[in-house]
């Protein structure tokens, strides 16, 4: 354990110097451990006999410097593994950074305030979580607050003992997280450092470690580049740090107002608990976590998860993973990461017709505990399929959750009892696992799933089929030859699948799931697996009627997305037949027009048609919606908005992929532009606009099955597979025709579906047609090259590049509000920008802490860059005060007020930029006569309508008025 740094005068009596370096001695106890001689006998004989509490510890660190006679000691330890691991840390975490000190005593008191600082912390963290207000956290948020002049709406989310380095020095302090600020506060050597950072102003966070810094936490803004370094444990401290961030920045995002849990919680009392909000953010990371794993719907809460095993009747072995619980699912995942992923729906399909594929737990069975097969618990469906999950730490307690679960759950509207729908917890002998010949009696659909579209949706055939179905030759897949039997065997493939791992929500992806998906999902069960794999089964099946209920209400309703989609109509394949007649053009209109009305904030986006249209190839018009709500809310986040956010943050992945994976061909894209270019119609259209149809819905199939990670394997193989073309090529269109060229021609061999023209090609006149490339073969060689790459790796790298994306967005938002602005306004380019980041902070700090106030309400991305931002009259006394050179004692606010209103052109209680920055300039860069024209408007009504009295401080107004200097002289 630390220690509170002690004097010791003799630092080598009864003790052994085991380690030492210039700054730290190790000791160990004389008689502790072997050997040691008589003198060794001796101590280890008075240390057993002395009364436990003074016994002394067998090992202990001692701090020394080179010319001092006194140690201190900083550590003690009852074991040698614990002061191994506090030796360590010193190592290294401070060992580089004393050597940079030049004076003795600077060195000690440093190293003394790191253990005090070390100590607090681990003090701060066992504090009791009972209902009282923990002292020291309540202490550390009064600090805060009232070192760094903040609100108390500003909440302490957790604080940190570490150092900032200033320089090549290092500042040993508190480093403070609240929901808005990063912020720092030192006072060492008679030097104080105090800083303050929001979050929205972070470019760049990283956690890295050079000669210079030790391992360290880098926070860049555009101003600064900031350090800190030696946390007791910086990985929980970085974490909390990106996930704050992240939700700062996502406020400036499109889809804020629609999406769900951007902006931590704010409660409408102070928290009691300690961390309490901390242990929110941590419970809504792991919910997000839980839901991207899984596929599940966005409202769905993790209530608990504990390791167990699940026995895997395919391969007859008990797989050790973990097994996740919340209201409406029971999910199981394998340790290694293709083994087996599994998830269970604890409700009832809602649809009769779906029954095949229902998944209800009707029991729950607690079995006989044994030695092969400890605390052993049975769940079993009501497609009779049984899972057998065994070494459960606490199975008492998870079948009471269940249970309360599955009471929650509505009963099935159409007949029985309530009692008759719920599960039975029982407690019996365990039952034989089931063979796979047992999960074979399940049956199977023998079609794509049904919709469940009602209202005028109901009338058209699209409502319960996928157009392929529609206008399709009716050639049997028998008469097709080569082709048609190698769809049979496709189809015979997934059959025996589905015979030994089940069919539906309940299935065991594994592997092999996932070497049958590479191989392309056969036409007739394409759109169930998709709905499947994507998660939009979870969701349609939980809302019946909302798609039919969705297309009721945005029936002749217009709007920009609307006219946006009657454009854009005509334009989505109109090379594929079942688009060049109005019955698929109505089921895609209905389908954009009902997702823009069920998400305002995306509304419609380009290329959302082109992807609408295959989805509605596979399936009916509300599994289109649903595929299409998993894309846009969950697979491709912040893709479809007016900015494509989404797709710039991962165009920044794949340019740092490329750089890691084909490091000679990068430079190259960097200086042609080439990636900028091509990532956006590759990731925003999955390939569709730029690839044969037959081909890029092979990479669908895998999109679906394992997410963007495939859209980035596949992209990097074609930049491999044309490298030596593209590092000849002298520009941007010269690469772009070489990989138009090559994507026009990745042809699907297997198909069964009518060849459909492609017009996309760049191909040049007399050149010989490059050979084709069969996509099951670009996607074999895309896994093999580069299926290192990890989800949670993508996901690492969207936060980082999302920082980047969103910082050049809100420049961009800045130049263009500069250039608004009138050339005669008298402020320079440079003031405007500053003049600019400090109204904008006040527009922000009304979202942090000022709920009730108009200019609270959150901006409209939607509105020009010049109306986004825009501030009340408290906020704007506040910066009047700050800022103007027309202040007048008590009477500022009343001034400020007037102004105020004589700015608000359009009296709706709100000014906007361009309109502060004129009132402004008249103040400071106006002439004489202009001032004295404000000064006469503020006395004029209905400006002026305020009781309050300018008398007694007239005199002074005037002379802050009609003093002008010029040149150092007063006129």
Not at 193 to 198: D, F, G, K, W
Not at 554 to 572: C, V, W
Not at 763 to 773: A, F, I, R, Y
Request: charged residues 25%.
């Amino acid at each position: 354990m630390w220690l509170g740094p002690e004097e010791v005068l003799v630092a080598n009596a009864l003790w052994v110097t085991e380690r030492a370096n210039p700054f730290f001695v190790l000791q160990r106890r004389r008689g502790h451990g072997k050997g040691g001689g008589l003198t060794g006998l001796l101590v280890g004989t008075l240390d057993v006999v002395l009364d436990s509490s003074a016994r002394v510890a067998p090992y202990r660190i001692l701090h020394q410097t080179q010319d001092s006679q006194v140690y201190w000691t900083v550590a003690c330890g009852s074991s040698r593994k614990e002061i191994t691991k506090h030796w360590e840390w010193l190592e290294n975490n401070l060992l580089q950074t004393l050597s940079i000190f030049d004076n003795e005593e600077d060195i000690t008191t440093f190293v003394k305030g790191k253990i005090h600082g070390i100590i607090a912390e681990e003090n701060k963290n066992v504090q009791p979580q009972g209902d009282e207000d923990p002292g020291k956290f309540k202490e550390a948020e009064l600090k805060m607050r009232k070192q760094f002049g903040m609100p108390d709406g500003e909440k302490l989310v957790n604080y940190y003992s570490c150092s900032y380095w200033k320089g090549r020095v290092p500042r040993q302090g508190w480093l403070y997280l609240t929901v808005n600020h990063l912020c720092f506060y030192s006072f060492l050597l008679g030097k104080e450092v105090s800083l303050v950072v929001q979050w929205v102003d972070v470019t760049r966070l990283e956690k890295n470690a050079t000669l210079l810094f030790p391992e360290s936490i880098r926070v860049d803004t555009r101003d600064q580049e900031l350090f800190f370094s030696m946390f007791l444990n910086i990985g929980e401290t970085f974490k909390l740090m990106e996930q704050l961030a992240n939700l700062a920045v996502r406020q400036l995002l499109d889809s804020e107002g629609f999406l769900e849990e951007r902006a931590p919680p704010r409660p409408p009392r102070p928290h009691r608990n300690i961390s309490a909000l901390k242990r929110d953010l941590d419970a809504r990371a792991k919910n997000e976590c839980y839901r991207a794993t899984f596929r599940l719907p966005r409202d769905e809460r993790l209530d608990g998860h504990t390791s167990c095993t699940l026995w895997t009747p395919f391969n007859k072995l008990h797989i050790p993973g973990q097994m996740f619980i919340s209201s409406n699912y029971i999910c199981f995942a394998s340790k290694e990461e293709d083994a087996c992923h599994l998830i269970i729906p604890l409700r009832e399909d809602a649809d009769p017709q779906m029954v095949v594929l229902a998944s209800q737990v009707t029991i729950v069975e607690k079995a006989d505990c044994s030695s092969v097969l400890p605390s052993p618990l049975s769940i079993s469906t009501k497609s009779k399929m049984t899972f057998l999950f065994a070494n459960l730490k606490d199975r008492e307690f998870l079948v009471e959750r269940i249970s309360d679960f599955l009471q929650k759950m509505p009963s099935k509207p159409s007949g029985g009892s309530r009692a008759e729908s719920k599960a039975s917890i029982v407690d019996a002998a365990p039952e034989p696992s089931p063979a796979p010949q047992e999960l074979s009696e399940q049956p199977g659909p023998t079609s794509p799933l049904g919709g469940l579209p009602g209202g005028r949706a109901q009338e058209a055939p699209t409502a319960s089929q996928g157009l392929l179905r529609l206008f399709q030759r009716n050639t049997p897949v028998e008469d097709l030859g080569a082709k048609g039997a190698k769809e049979k065997m496709k189809e015979e493939s997934w059959n025996i699948h589905f015979f030994e791992f089940g069919r539906g929500m309940c299935m065991y992806r594994t592997a092999r799931t996932r070497e049958l998906v590479l191989k392309g999902i056969p036409e007739s069960l394409r759109g169930e697996l998709w709905l499947l794999f994507s998660g939009a089964w979870n969701e349609m099946v939980t809302h019946p009627g909302y798609y039919a209920e969705l297309v009721e209400k945005s029936m002749g309703k217009y709007s920009l997305a609307t006219e946006e989609i009657e454009r854009d109509l005509h334009r989505s394949m109109p090379e594929h037949p079942a688009f060049q007649n109005e019955l698929g053009i109505a089921a895609l209109r209905r389908v954009l027009t009902a997702y823009a009305f069920r998400n305002p904030t995306i509304g419609y986006c380009q290329a959302m048609n082109i992807v609408t249209s295959v989805l509605l190839l596979y399936g009916s018009e509300e599994e289109a919606f649903w595929l299409l709500v998993a894309l846009c809310e969950r697979m491709l986040p912040d893709y479809y908005n007016t900015r494509v956010v989404g797709a710039l943050v991962d165009q920044g992945i794949f340019e740092e992929l490329t750089r890691d994976f084909l490091p000679q061909l990068s430079k190259k894209m960097q200086d042609l532009g080439v990636i900028s270019s091509i990532s956006l119609s590759w990731f925003l259209t999955l390939f569709l606009s730029v690839m044969p149809f037959e081909s890029a819905v092979v990479i669908v199939d895998c999109f679906f099955y394992e997410g963007i990670k495939v859209i980035l394997q596949v992209a990097l193989a074609i930049l491999d597979a044309n490298m030596e073309q593209l590092l000849g090529c002298g520009d941007e269109g010269e690469a772009m025709t070489v990989l138009g060229r090559y994507l026009d021609n990745v042809v699907n061999k297997q198909s069964v579906s009518p060849p459909i023209p492609h017009l996309h090609a760049l191909l040049t006149s007399g050149d010989d047609p490059p050979e084709e490339v069969d996509i099951f073969d670009l996607l074999k060689v895309s896994y093999e090259k580069f299926s290192s790459l990890r989800a949670e790796d993508i996901e690492q790298m969207r936060f980082k590049q999302r920082l980047k994306v969103i910082q050049s967005l809100e420049d961009t938002a800045k130049r263009s509000v500069v250039r608004a602005i009138p050339g005669d306004i008298g402020f320079s380019i440079e003031e405007l920008e500053d003049l600019y980041m400090v109204f904008k902070a006040k527009h922000l700090a009304s979202q942090y802490w000022g709920s009730s106030r108009p200019a609270a309400v959150r901006r409209d991305p939607s509105l020009p860059y010049l109306e986004q931002y825009r501030i009340d009259a408290h906020q704007f006394r506040e910066l009047f005060a700050s800022l103007t050179p027309w202040a007048c004692g008590a009477h500022t606010p009343v001034l400020a007020g007037r102004m105020f209103r004589l700015l608000d052109e359009n009296k709706d209680s709100l000014i906007n930029f361009k309109e502060f920055v004129t009132g402004m300039s008249g103040m400071y860069h106006g002439d004489l006569t202009e001032k004295l024209k404000v000064l006469y408007k503020l006395h004029l009504p209905p400006v002026s309508n305020t009781v309050s009295k300018l008398t007694g401080s007239s005199h002074q107004l005037l002379t802050t008025v009609t003093t002008h200097r010029v040149g150092g002289h007063t006129q």
